[in-house]
């Protein structure tokens, strides 16, 4: 039951870093505050630090990028 859980916060992780108002309504270093708040209906007993490592491992996997001191969903441009 934590794999169904744990996929369905990413599929909502990468769905809120698509939105196109995600860049500009986050400026750099407030987005993982920001996201960890919308998260938290989700998965109440998410950290912030849990969430970092999350969108850390997608980093590895391609699925988002870090731009501009923000992270993206998508691939990053070499």
């Not at 990468?14 to 938290?40: M, S, V, W, Y």
């Not at 491992?57 to 441009?77: I, M, S």
């Amino acid at each position: 039951m934590g794999l169904v859980r744990d996929k369905r916060l990413e599929a909502y992780l990468l769905h809120l870093l698509r939105e196109p108002r995600t860049l500009a309504a986050f400026p750099p270093g407030k987005q993982l505050k920001d996201l960890h708040t919308q998260l938290q209906s989700l998965r109440p007993g998410l950290r912030k630090a849990t969430l970092f490592a999350l969108l850390v491992r997608l980093r590895r996997e391609g699925k988002v990028a870090f731009r501009q001191g923000r992270f993206v969903a998508g691939k990053a441009e070499d």
